[in-house]
C-alpha cells in the first residue's frame, strides 16, 4: 500500500479543489463572521461555477494556467477594511478555467455570469452592451472573464466581473476601453485618466450596490513614489503624500529619493472607477502594489500589511487571523501569500484597504524571488 499524498495541512491531495476552497472559505467565514450556513451556500456557488475544475483532485496539474494567481489556482480571496467597520470577505475565481481556449473560456464565464445575475435577479443591461468588446470571436490576451463577489451576511453577494480590454490586442485596448466607457455614459472617461502602460481589465459591479462602478485598471512599469502620489484623478480624492506614504511603506523603499523608489519587479496597478456624476471624472481610485514581488517572504509582506493598517487606523487582527486560516505554513516559508496589497479612495468614505490572499490550492512560491522585472505581457 502506498501512503496517502499529504500536504502541509495533513489534506489528502486527493481533495478536489472546490472542497479544499470550501475548507478555506469556512475558515475566512470564521474570521469576518459570517453564518457557516452562508459560508456553504457561497462554497456551493463556488464549486458550480467552477464546473469541472471543482471536481479535480489537487494531485492532478492545476486545470489551466490561470493569470489569476501566481500557482494557476482560479481563485483568490480577498480581505477589504475600514476603520472601525467588520472587514468584508471577497472572492475572485475564473468560471472558464477549465476550458481548452480562451473562446469557451469567456463563453463559459458569460454563462455562469448570468445564471448568477438570474438567481438574484441582478439586472445585465449594462454587460449585454459591452459584451461584443471583450468577448470577440478571436480572443486574445491571459484572461477572457473573471467574476468575484462580495460575500454579504445573508447569502447574496455583490457581483463584480472582470473583462481583458487587450481582448482584440493590446494595440486596440485603449479604444476599446473607450467604447466600453462610451456606451455605458462616460463619454469623457478615458480622457480623464493618467497615462499609463496599459489596460489590465476592464470591470462592472452587478447586484445591489449603492451606486455600481464601472471600472478602468491601468497598469505602470516602473513607477516611482512621486508618479504614485499623482495618479489620482478623482475630485477631493487622496492627498499625495497619502498615496506616496502607501507606495513607499508597501514597496519597502522607506525615505529612500523618489528615483531609487521604483515599483520596477512587477507593475503597479491604478484603479479608477466611474459612477454617475456631473463632473465626468471617476468617483473613485486605488493604488494596487503586487506586494509579493517586494519582500523576501509573507512575514516581511504581514509587516508592510501591519504598517499600513496602522497608517489608516485599521485593525489589522482579521487580516492576520486570515493568514493563518488559509494555510498552516508559516509566513516566512513562501512569498506570495498576500498578493497585493491596495488602498481604496471613495468619494464620501473613509478609506479602504484591501489584501489579496492567495489560495496556494498547489503551491506556495519560495522565498526571495525578487524577480527581475515581468516582461510586458501585452507588447
Ligand atoms: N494575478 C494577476 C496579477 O498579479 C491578477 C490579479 C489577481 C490581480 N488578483 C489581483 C490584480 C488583485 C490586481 C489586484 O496581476
Same mark, same amino acid.
Given at each position: 500500500?502506498?501512503?496517502?499524498?499529504?500536504?502541509?495541512?495533513?489534506?489528502?491531495?486527493?481533495? #478536489?479543489?472546490?472542497?479544499?476552497?470550501?475548507?478555506?472559505?469556512?475558515?475566512?467565514?470564521?474570521?469576518?463572521?459570517? *453564518?457557516?450556513? %452562508? #459560508?456553504?451556500?457561497?462554497?456551493?456557488?463556488? *464549486?458550480?461555477?467552477?464546473?469541472?475544475?471543482? &471536481?479535480?483532485?489537487?494531485?492532478?496539474?492545476?486545470?489551466?494556467?490561470?493569470?489569476?494567481?501566481?500557482?494557476?489556482?482560479?481563485?483568490?480571496?480577498?480581505?477589504?477594511?475600514?476603520?472601525?467597520?467588520?472587514?468584508?470577505?471577497?472572492?475572485?475565481?475564473?468560471?472558464?478555467?477549465?476550458?481548452?481556449? +480562451?473562446?469557451?473560456?469567456?463563453?463559459?464565464?458569460?454563462?455562469?455570469?448570468?445564471?448568477?445575475?438570474?438567481?438574484?435577479?441582478?439586472?445585465?443591461?449594462?454587460? %449585454?452592451?459591452?459584451?461584443? +468588446?471583450?468577448?470577440?470571436?478571436?480572443? &486574445?490576451?491571459?484572461?477572457?472573464?473573471?467574476?468575484?463577489?462580495?460575500?454579504?451576511?445573508?447569502?447574496?453577494? $455583490?457581483?463584480?466581473?472582470?473583462?481583458?480590454?487587450?481582448?482584440?490586442? *493590446?494595440?486596440?485596448?485603449?479604444?476599446?476601453?473607450?467604447?466600453?466607457? @462610451?456606451? +455605458?455614459?462616460?463619454? =469623457?472617461?478615458?480622457?480623464?485618466?493618467?497615462?499609463?502602460?496599459?489596460?489590465?481589465?476592464?470591470?462592472?459591479?452587478?447586484?445591489?450596490?449603492?451606486?455600481?462602478?464601472?471600472?478602468?485598471?491601468?497598469?505602470?512599469?516602473?513607477?516611482?513614489?512621486?508618479?504614485? !502620489?499623482?495618479?489620482? @484623478?478623482?475630485? %477631493?480624492?487622496?492627498? /499625495?503624500?497619502?498615496?506616496?506614504?502607501?507606495?513607499?511603506?508597501?514597496?519597502?523603499?522607506?525615505?529612500?529619493?523618489?528615483?531609487? !523608489?521604483?515599483?520596477?519587479?512587477?507593475?503597479?496597478? #491604478?484603479?479608477?472607477?466611474?459612477?454617475?456624476?456631473?463632473?465626468?471624472?471617476?468617483?473613485?481610485?486605488?493604488?494596487?502594489?503586487?506586494? $509579493?514581488?517586494?519582500?523576501?517572504?509573507?512575514?516581511?509582506?504581514?509587516?508592510?500589511?501591519?504598517?499600513?493598517?496602522?497608517? &489608516?487606523?485599521?485593525?489589522?487582527?482579521?487580516?492576520?487571523?486570515?493568514?493563518?486560516?488559509?494555510?498552516?505554513?508559516?509566513?516566512?516559508?513562501?512569498?506570495?501569500?498576500?498578493?497585493? +496589497?491596495?488602498?481604496?479612495?471613495? =468619494?464620501? &468614505?473613509?478609506? @479602504?484597504?484591501?489584501?489579496?490572499?492567495?489560495?496556494?490550492?498547489? #503551491?506556495?512560491? /519560495?522565498?526571495?524571488?525578487?524577480?527581475?522585472?515581468?516582461?510586458?505581457?501585452?507588447?
Amino acid at each position: 500500500m502506498t501512503a496517502p499524498d499529504l500536504d502541509l495541512a495533513g489534506h489528502d491531495r486527493s481533495m #478536489t479543489l472546490g472542497v479544499f476552497a470550501e475548507n478555506q472559505l469556512q475558515q475566512l467565514g470564521d474570521v469576518v463572521g459570517l *453564518a457557516p450556513s %452562508d #459560508t456553504k451556500a457561497y462554497a456551493s456557488v463556488l *464549486a458550480e461555477s467552477l464546473g469541472s475544475a471543482a &471536481q479535480r483532485p489537487l494531485n492532478l496539474p492545476p486545470p489551466s494556467r490561470s493569470f489569476l494567481s501566481d500557482d494557476h489556482t482560479p481563485i483568490e480571496f480577498s480581505l477589504s477594511c475600514r476603520p472601525g467597520e467588520t472587514p468584508s470577505l471577497r472572492l475572485l475565481f475564473e468560471p472558464g478555467c477549465a476550458a481548452d481556449n +480562451l473562446v469557451d473560456n469567456g463563453r463559459t464565464g458569460w454563462r455562469v455570469l448570468h445564471t448568477l445575475a438570474g438567481r438574484w435577479g441582478f439586472g445585465v443591461r449594462q454587460l %449585454d452592451l459591452i459584451e461584443d +468588446l471583450f468577448l470577440p470571436t478571436a480572443p &486574445q490576451g491571459s484572461l477572457a472573464l473573471w467574476l468575484a463577489m462580495e460575500l454579504r451576511p445573508g447569502g447574496v453577494p $455583490r457581483l463584480k466581473v472582470y473583462l481583458n480590454p487587450a481582448a482584440s490586442g *493590446a494595440h486596440t485596448a485603449g479604444a476599446t476601453v473607450h467604447e466600453a466607457l @462610451r456606451r +455605458l455614459g462616460y463619454e =469623457q472617461g478615458l480622457s480623464a485618466l493618467p497615462s499609463s502602460d496599459g489596460y489590465p481589465f476592464f470591470a462592472l459591479d452587478l447586484g445591489d450596490w449603492a451606486a455600481p462602478r464601472a471600472k478602468v485598471y491601468l497598469r505602470h512599469e516602473n513607477l516611482t513614489a512621486a508618479g504614485a !502620489s499623482r495618479l489620482s @484623478r478623482m475630485p %477631493d480624492g487622496p492627498r /499625495p503624500a497619502v498615496l506616496e506614504d502607501f507606495f513607499r511603506t508597501v514597496g519597502g523603499f522607506g525615505r529612500a529619493p523618489s528615483e531609487e !523608489s521604483r515599483a520596477d519587479r512587477l507593475p503597479a496597478l #491604478t484603479c479608477h472607477s466611474f459612477t454617475e456624476t456631473a463632473t465626468g471624472l471617476p468617483s473613485g481610485f486605488t493604488l494596487h502594489m503586487p506586494v $509579493r514581488a517586494y519582500v523576501r517572504h509573507d512575514g516581511e509582506a504581514h509587516e508592510r500589511a501591519v504598517a499600513v493598517f496602522e497608517q &489608516q487606523d485599521i485593525d489589522v487582527t482579521p487580516l492576520t487571523r486570515a493568514l493563518s486560516a488559509v494555510t498552516p505554513r508559516r509566513l516566512e516559508d513562501g512569498a506570495g501569500l498576500i498578493a497585493y +496589497l491596495a488602498l481604496a479612495h471613495e =468619494q464620501g &468614505q473613509a478609506p @479602504r484597504v484591501t489584501a489579496y490572499i492567495s489560495s496556494e490550492a498547489y #503551491t506556495a512560491h /519560495p522565498t526571495i524571488p525578487l524577480r527581475p522585472t515581468q516582461a510586458a505581457t501585452s507588447s
